[in-house]
């Protein structure tokens, strides 16, 4: 499958401090088979021909590292390593401006999210170019309910209706750029890209994504990744 030969830039964002993993280093930087977890997200993109540039989003006290990543593992797709924001959407913001001005559909995916297929990323692209906003997406599994701040079940959504929502996030870039500066007046922060998309009124379509793109979050997650890529015989994108 293939995206129509649309031009696509990629802003990977790794700017967190991945506070919920509790390591000293923070986790986009932890090895998986002896390559740090950022790296194998960026290797998922520069091995894809449709993506024609990538830029990473990192604090800012770790440019100077990841340009050497950028170097030392022939990332050439990466245009620019810039520094991020407080907050998820800031760095995205920041990401999204500094694409080339000849980039019309964007992506922003997860720095910690190295499983990510070429596959699903392609069906994430069609979807979009399709409709104009599309996020990669999985049936739960589980029952979802409310809690109450007393731990009290208060509802049960019907579980048809719920999608996990993963990255990447794909649109047409002049509808996220509108999209994030609307969100940036209106002092609206939200979780993923989409819900900035989603208050304007506009429709985001989900496209098929895999339960092994798991987001690296706390602690258990590492030995299941190491398990995922060994699986797939070190390689990510299988
Ligand atoms: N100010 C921020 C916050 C998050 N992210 C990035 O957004 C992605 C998803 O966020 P999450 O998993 O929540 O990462 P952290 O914010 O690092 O984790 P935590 O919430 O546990 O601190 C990560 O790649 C993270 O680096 C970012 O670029 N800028
Ligand atoms: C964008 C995201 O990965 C979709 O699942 C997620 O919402 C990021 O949220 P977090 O709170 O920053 O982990």
Request: net charge negative.
């Amino acid at each position: 499958m293939e995206a129509a030969g649309a031009k696509w830039g990629v802003v990977v964002v790794a700017a967190g401090r991945g506070t919920r993993m509790g390591t000293s280093t923070s986790k986009q930087y932890l090895l998986l088979q002896d390559k740090p977890i950022l790296v194998h997200t960026l290797e998922r993109f520069q091995a894809m021909d449709d993506i024609t540039e990538v830029v990473l989003v990192v604090g800012k006290e770790d440019t100077e590292r990841c340009e050497q990543f950028v170097s030392e593992y022939g990332l050439h797709k990466v245009k620019a390593v810039l520094a991020g924001g407080s907050e998820r959407q800031h760095s995205v913001t920041i990401g999204i401006q500094a694409l080339g001005s000849h980039i019309e559909w964007a992506m922003v995916h997860d720095g910690v999210r190295p499983l990510v297929t070429a596959e699903a990323v392609h069906r994430c692209m069609v979807k979009a170019e399709e409709t104009e906003a599309a996020v990669l997406a999985v049936p739960v599994k589980d029952t979802i309910k409310q809690v109450n701040e007393i731990g009290v079940i208060t509802a049960t959504p019907d579980r048809q209706s719920l999608w996990a929502i993963q990255t990447p996030q794909a649109f047409r870039r002049s509808l996220l750029q509108r999209a994030l500066a609307q969100a940036a007046h209106d002092q609206f922060l939200g979780t993923d890209d989409a819900m900035a998309v989603e208050r304007l009124g506009v429709q985001v379509s989900v496209a098929e994504g895999d339960y092994t793109n798991i987001k690296i979050t706390t602690p258990e997650d590492l030995p299941y990744a190491e398990f995922l890529l060994a699986s797939r015989g070190g390689r990510g994108d299988k």
